[in-house]
């Protein structure tokens, strides 16, 4: 069955320095999404890619879809301690069913 | 407010005493869906719903039940709960589950002894 990868699983980092999560699937998707949990909370979606190459940036975060789209990531510039939490990618195929399949989750500490 | 409603919070129990997890969204959602989440696991779909009366199960559906009488409800039913059940668990749902993003429940930490 369909199974999308992310890594890294945790990533520690310096406030001020820059995060990337990436995520890849074994088929090809439909589209993207990508989701931040913040410590105790629920899943929030922050942003969908639909095109080949698609590009989107929601102030200091980048995301960006793969010309196959089997492949994404989520660039962080300059984090900051408000990013901290656990970011999901998931991504949903084209067939019959288009289940969203999550990604194992990318957790963010920042350390001012 | 559009909001998904998980009820309750926390809950503790112990090994084979039955529980229900109550979900309800207010936004006439078609697609309703059960994950659990454990640590290192990420989210793992039980179940999910199409519409109403429509059920699917999802990666991890054993030891659980769930039904979809209406389209604003989607409880999620342990008949038999064992330890291997502790988790945390959440209800999303989403317009049509095609193409669109789901909204998440607040989530219910579940502990079975």
């Known amino acids: 069955g369909q199974q999308v990868m992310q890594i890294p699983q945790y990533q520690h980092v310096q406030e001020g320095e820059d995060f990337t999560t990436y995520c890849n699937s074994s088929t090809?998707?439909?589209n993207i999404q990508w989701y931040?949990?913040?410590?105790?909370?629920?899943?929030?979606?922050?942003?969908?890619?639909?095109?080949?190459?698609e590009?989107?940036?929601q102030k200091r975060l980048t995301f960006q879809f793969g010309e196959a789209k089997k492949n994404s990531s989520l660039h962080i510039t300059a984090t900051q301690t408000t990013d901290v939490g656990t970011y999901f990618c998931?991504?949903?195929?084209?067939?019959?069913?288009?289940?969203?399949?999550?990604?194992k989750g990318t957790k963010l500490s920042v350390k001012p | 407010e559009a909001q998904v409603t998980q009820n309750?919070?926390?809950?503790?129990?112990v090994t084979g005493k039955k529980l229900t997890v109550t979900c309800s969204q207010n936004m006439n959602?078609?697609?309703?869906?059960?994950?659990?989440?454990?640590?290192?696991?990420?989210?793992?779909?039980?179940?999910?719903?199409?519409?109403?009366?429509?059920?699917?199960?999802?990666?991890?559906?054993?030891?659980?039940?769930?039904?979809?009488?209406?389209k604003r409800n989607f409880p999620l039913i342990l008949e038999s709960p064992s330890p291997n059940q502790t988790s945390l668990y959440f209800c999303a749902s989403s317009s049509t589950g095609r193409n669109e993003k789901l909204f998440f429940g607040s989530g219910t930490q579940l502990s079975v002894l």
């Open chain 1, 28 to 30: 090809t998707l439909s």
């Open chain 2, 29 to 70: 959602h078609e697609y309703m869906s059960w994950y659990r989440q454990d640590p290192g696991l990420g989210l793992r779909q039980i179940y999910y719903s199409m519409n109403v009366e429509v059920t699917d199960k999802g990666d991890v559906p054993e030891g659980y039940k769930v039904s979809r009488k209406e």
């Open chain 1, 55 to 57: 590009v989107k940036k």
């Open chain 1, 90 to 103: 998931a991504g949903q195929d084209g067939g019959s069913q288009g289940n969203l399949i999550f990604g």
């Open chain 2, 8 to 13: 309750p919070r926390y809950l503790i129990t």
């Open chain 1, 36 to 53: 931040k949990q913040r410590p105790g909370g629920h899943p929030v979606f922050l942003i969908q890619l639909v095109k080949s190459g």
